[in-house]
């Protein structure tokens, strides 16, 4: 009994040290020399590729609906989180009657994508019929002819992984900043 | 929906090859062929005062178990409680609450990974890594234990002993998870999970003014331990929905593989060990049906519309319901993942289980209540299924009037009896608990949905915990001192209820001479006993929770146009 008390102990203590310690910390210190940019956030200029934004601007194409950003600044991070309401909810009925009206305001035909939330509560992107969709919103907006957006839509699309894996989808932020980079260079 | 086919075309191939191959390699470990890595192992046997050769009785095996499985609860629920004093905290985060902490401690020894707790918000780095990740590495390798005790209870006969808890718990660790979680680690990072051990990042947007503090930390690693070793515990509160924990299309199926590996290879070890490969194939056969028959069904139901979304006026949802899900998985590959991880007993999620719709949320439900068996989690997979064979084979034996036997061993009154204890042990405790959760009201206050569907929250969350799974209806607020109480109970007889009958199962099994198999033997490797396992699991599963399941998803699925 003692002897496997003692034996308990030490291989917690052995665990602790290859598991705990040695591992994580290899993994990286490997991590940070190969792959810098992905084991920090993916940071880029504006924000995190894998973070999305709240956009509310008509200017911009919008993101997913998460309803307020959870990351917004307060003294420390928030946590992801999703809406959590099932499928016969009086409350997610009613929120989605809001967006769908928000959306009508804007001009826009949502899709299903532009009227639910995400599950981490910050999805950073869009299907590439979502940002065909806002379209019409942006293009009042900011002048740009659709054609031209549609074409700009076109090159931010990436995906399915390997061809198969996945849904299409646009990275929403990319998206914004390529259509940045369109404007000032019409200007 | 082409694409999907592919995707799952690929995973039984992948799969295929790691049955063959890891399930190959798993018994060159745990028979002691495999050496490359005594370098490490034979130092700690020697600091363990573990010699060459010790063997244990299932009562000795047991009892170091039982020991070693106390020990980490208590190394766990001091680190949780100690965080504010202890290293790698950038955000200062406070102690974590006696009743969290017992049930967080409970959760990750039983392999269970539920969570109470949003990660990132009350888990500090080393709190993550030394006293959540560890835990991820060594409960799986218990877990493993354990069925390979009973596979040996098989092939051996006359025998006093079972093998050594100690050894295989560091063969197990060092030789299977730590060099494969380790590449896997890799991978999650290379597409994009973060693995640091710096703070926050602070970013600011001059496109729309936002300004960001994005929480980072050491993740990709315990991402790689947590899928393979079937935990679930993820850094973050919503786990793989998370980009920083599951960034891609890429990581997620390789998730939904790791998740798979281990149990799925496990029956050729069995069938390796016993001395007939087809006898794994059977089993394999029973699970791939089920797994085949849940994946579609759940599938199918995310494909369709979110009737909420649908009554706001939104009846074209071409690609499901998104309600809950991330673009880059999509509905389809977010309900594989979900049956995945509900039916191995890891309970890691891409997505929202509960926004799934009715039936959506019934496949995750009814995956955990058929005992986590197909495939189940990192070794309970295997030994809760023999102990379903077991009655299977005892159930051959009344209708054709032979004493039973399985692999040569002679079915008598002590397996019967131990095999249904171990069956019957899980449905007993989840109908238990959820009904008096339900019938108080410090129980009822968790549900956070309204109507049927809060009433499957809870129906869930005691489910998820009395299998050792973790996956969650997110809605429910479980961090009260009652969930946390009630959910430790939960998940201790839901691992050791069914692991003490296991080892006893097993010494009985070892001690056994074994019967030549004659023309009137029931045999264990074709069809007919495929059939007869998939009724025992279907029936014990699926008619003890009927009652309990037509009151949350069935009569949410039939209140047709009814908001609650």
Request: aromatic share 10%; glycine share 12%.
């Amino acid at each position: 009994m003692l002897a496997q008390l003692r034996r308990a102990i030490v291989l917690s203590l052995v665990a602790i040290v290859l598991f705990g310690v040695g591992y994580p910390l290899v993994g990286t210190g490997i991590s940070q020399l190969l792959f810098n940019h992905q084991a920090n956030g993916s940071l880029v200029k504006g924000g995190s590729a894998l973070v999305g934004q709240s956009w509310t601007s008509p200017d911009w194409f919008h993101g997913r609906p998460d309803a307020d950003n959870p990351l917004l600044l307060n003294g420390k991070p928030g946590s992801s989180g999703a809406a959590n309401l099932g499928p016969r909810s009086e409350t997610l009925v009613r929120q989605t009657r809001k967006l769908i009206a928000y959306w009508h305001s804007q001009g826009v035909d949502p899709t299903t994508d532009l009227v639910t939330t995400s599950a981490s509560g910050y999805d950073p992107d869009i299907t590439p019929a979502d940002a065909v969709a806002e379209i019409p919103m942006v293009s009042r907006a900011t002048g740009l002819s659709s054609a031209r957006l549609r074409q700009l839509i076109r090159t931010q699309t990436q995906g399915p992984e390997f061809g198969f894996l996945g849904p299409s989808y646009i990275n929403v932020l990319q998206l914004n900043q390529a259509l940045k980079a369109l404007e000032s260079r019409l200007r | 929906m082409g694409h999907f086919l592919i995707t799952c075309l690929v995973l039984v191939v992948v799969l295929g090859l790691a049955w063959r191959f890891l399930g190959e390699y798993l018994v060159a470990v745990y028979s002691g062929r495999a050496k490359w890595f005594a370098f490490a192992e034979l130092p700690i046997y020697r600091v363990l005062g573990v010699s060459d050769g010790e063997e244990q009785s299932w009562q000795r095996y047991s009892v170091s178990l039982i020991i070693f499985s106390g020990v980490s609860i208590l190394a766990t629920y001091l680190i949780l409680r100690l965080q504010p004093g202890l290293p790698f905290n950038p955000q200062h985060l406070a102690a974590v609450s006696p009743a969290l902490s017992w049930n967080t401690a409970v959760s990750f020894v039983t392999n269970t990974n539920w969570q109470n707790y949003a990660g990132e918000t009350t888990m500090s780095y080393f709190s993550q890594m030394v006293a959540l990740q560890v835990q991820q590495f060594i409960s799986a390798a218990v877990g493993i234990a354990v069925a390979i005790a009973l596979i040996r209870g098989f092939a051996r006969h006359g025998e006093q002993t079972i093998g050594n808890f100690w050894v295989d718990t560091v063969r197990g660790s060092l030789y299977v998870l730590l060099p494969i979680a380790f590449l896997a680690g890799l991978i999650f990072v290379a597409q994009g999970a973060v693995q640091t051990l710096s703070g926050p990042a602070l970013v600011r947007d001059s496109l729309n003014g936002v300004t960001q503090l994005i929480p980072l930390g050491p993740v990709g690693f315990m991402e790689a331990i947590k899928q393979l070793g079937t935990n679930g515990g993820g850094f973050y509160n919503t786990n793989s929905a998370v980009p920083f924990e599951n960034p891609t299309a890429l990581t997620d199926f390789l998730s939904i593989a790791l998740v798979l590996a281990i149990p799925v290879a496990l029956t050729y070890t069995f069938g390796k060990m016993v001395g007939s490969v087809r006898q794994g194939i059977a089993l394999l056969a029973a699970m791939v049906v089920i797994f085949g028959i849940w994946t579609s069904f759940t599938a199918f139901a995310e494909a369709q519309p979110n009737p909420a979304v649908a009554a706001a006026g939104l009846t074209h949802q071409p690609t499901g319901n998104m309600e809950g899900k991330e673009v880059r998985f999509g509905s389809l590959n977010s309900a594989l993942f979900g049956v995945a991880s509900t039916q191995t007993s890891t309970g890691s999620a891409d997505s929202a289980y509960d926004s799934f719709n009715p039936m959506g949320g019934f496949g995750l439900l009814t995956g955990m209540m058929l005992g986590e068996v197909t495939p189940g989690g990192a070794g309970s997979g295997l030994y809760t299924i023999l102990l379903d064979a077991i009655v299977a084979v005892f159930i051959g034996g009344l209708m054709i009037g032979r004493t039973p036997e399985y692999l040569g061993k002679k079915i008598q009154a002590t397996e019967v009896k131990l095999a249904s204890l171990g069956v019957l042990i899980m449905p007993i405790t989840v109908l238990v608990l959820a009904g008096i959760a339900t019938a108080l009201p410090v129980g009822r206050a968790g549900a956070f949905n309204s109507g049927p569907h809060g009433f499957t929250e809870i129906l869930y969350a005691l489910t998820s915990q009395g299998n050792n799974n973790g996956s969650a209806f997110g809605g429910l607020n479980g961090n009260t001192v009652f969930y946390n109480v009630v959910g430790g109970i939960d998940m201790l007889i839901g691992r050791f209820g069914i692991m003490l009958p296991v080892l006893a199962l097993a010494g009985a099994l070892a001690a056994k001479q074994v019967v030549p198999a004659s023309a009137g033997t029931f045999r264990t490797d074709n069809q007919m006993f495929v059939v007869l396992l998939l009724g025992v699991i279907v029936i014990v599963g699926g008619l003890t929770f009927f009652p309990a399941v037509s009151l949350g998803p069935l009569v949410e699925q039939l209140s047709h146009g009814r908001f609650f």
